[in-house]
C-alpha cells in the first residue's frame, strides 16, 4: 500500500515540496518494482475500463443474473437527455447518480468494472469522475492523477480500518468510495480551476477534509443485501454514496475544514465497523435483508 495514513502522505508531499499526485506514484512505482510511466500507463488502462462500464451498462436492455436488477441507471440517463423528463438535481447531478448506477448495474450482470475499492462499491468513483471530465474537459493525465489519490485515500482505509462489508457494513465499502471521490475529486478540481499550485499544502489539507466530510456522513451504514446479492439496496447506494462524494468535494473547495483529521476519521471508522452487529454486516439477517418483501424476493430467486 501506497501510504498507511494520510498525515504521513502530507509530510512526505510538503518535504520534497512535490504535488500528492507526484507523490504517491513515486511511491507506488518504488513499492511495485515499476516505473511511474508503467503505474500511471496501468490507471489509464483502469480509467478506460471505468468508461467502458459506464457504457455498457447504461444500456436499456442490461440485467443482473437474477433478473433482479438492471435499466435503471437507462432511466436516469433519459431524465439527463430528454427535454420532457422531470429533472430535480439538473443535468450534472443526475448523470452522476446515472453514471454511479450503471457501473454497478453491469457489475450485477457479470460484467467488467474496476473495484474502487469493492466491486459493491464501483459506481462512486467513475460516476463522479467521468461527469466532471464531460463537463469540464479535464483529460485523462488529471483523472489519472485524480485515481492516484483516490488509491492513496483507500490505502489509508485499508490499512487503518478495512473494506470488506461483511467486517464494517458499508461504511466500509461506500463510505470509502465516497471519501476516496471526495478527496479526489477536489484535488483534480482545485488544481484544474487554477485556484491552487499543485504543490499547494492548502488543497492538500482540503483533500483530507473533503475526505473526513464524506465519511463522517456514512459512518454507520449498514450492509444489508436482499437475497445476498450485490443488488439491492447496493446499486442505489453507489447513487447517494456519489452524492455523499459530492457534498464533500463541495464543503472542502469552499474552505471549510472538518475539526476531527481524516486518520481519526478512518480510526473511528473501523470502531464503528466493529461496533456494527453481525446482523448487519452483509449476512442478510438484518435490515432490508428481512423485510416482508426481501424475504419473498429470497425465496423467488431459490
Known amino acids: 500500500m501506497p501510504y498507511s495514513s494520510f498525515s504521513s502522505l502530507l509530510e512526505d508531499a510538503q518535504q520534497e515540496n512535490i504535488s500528492l499526485a507526484e507523490c504517491i506514484q513515486m511511491r507506488e512505482a518504488l513499492d511495485n518494482d515499476k ?7 496501468q490507471l ?36 439527463v437527455n430528454s427535454p420532457d423528463a422531470i429533472n430535480v438535481l439538473g443535468s450534472r447531478f443526475t448523470h452522476i447518480l ?3 448506477m450503471a457501473t454497478v448495474e453491469l457489475n450485477a450482470a457479470m ?16 460516476g463522479v469522475f467521468l461527469t466532471l471530465d464531460r463537463d469540464h474537459d479535464l483529460g485523462d493525465e488529471v483523472l489519472i492523477d485524480g485515481l492516484l489519490v483516490a488509491g492513496a485515500i483507500g490505502a489509508c482505509f485499508a490499512a487503518q ?27 483534480i478540481l482545485g488544481i484544474s480551476s487554477g485556484k491552487y499550485e499543485s504543490c499547494c499544502q492548502q488543497l492538500n489539507e482540503a483533500v483530507g477534509h473533503a475526505a473526513s466530510f464524506a ?9 444489508d443485501p436482499v437475497a445476498g446479492l450485490v443488488e439491492v439496496p447496493c446499486i442505489a447506494r453507489n447513487a447517494t454514496g456519489a452524492a455523499v462524494a459530492l457534498a464533500g468535494a463541495q464543503m472542502a473547495l469552499a474552505g471549510l475544514s472538518f475539526p476531527i483529521p481524516l486518520d481519526e476519521v478512518v480510526d473511528a471508522a473501523s470502531r464503528v465497523g466493529a461496533a456494527i452487529p453481525p446482523s448487519l454486516r452483509e449476512t442478510a439477517k438484518g435490515g432490508l435483508a428481512i423485510t416482508p418483501t426481501a424475504k419473498r424476493i429470497a425465496c423467488e430467486l431459490q
Not at 516505473?35 to 500511471?40: E, G, H, L, Y
Not at 473494506?163 to 475529486?185: D, F, N, P, R, Y
Open 44 to 79: 489509464s488502462e483502469a480509467l478506460q475500463v471505468m468508461r467502458e462500464a459506464v457504457r455498457q451498462g447504461s444500456e436499456v436492455d442490461i440485467k443482473s443474473r437474477t433478473g433482479l436488477t438492471g435499466g435503471d441507471a437507462a432511466k436516469l440517463f433519459e431524465a
Open 111 to 126: 460484467g467488467r468494472i474496476v473495484a474502487a475499492p469493492t466491486a459493491g462499491a464501483s459506481g462512486v468513483l467513475p
Open 35 to 41: 516505473s511511474v510511466v508503467q503505474v500511471r500507463a
Open 98 to 100: 446515472a453514471a454511479s
Open 161 to 187: 480500518a478495512t473494506l470488506s462489508g461483511a467486517a464494517g457494513g458499508c461504511q466500509a465499502e461506500i463510505g470509502t468510495a465516497a471519501a476516496m471521490t471526495a478527496a479526489a475529486a477536489t484535488y
Open 215 to 223: 465519511m463522517q456522513g456514512q459512518l454507520g451504514l449498514v450492509c
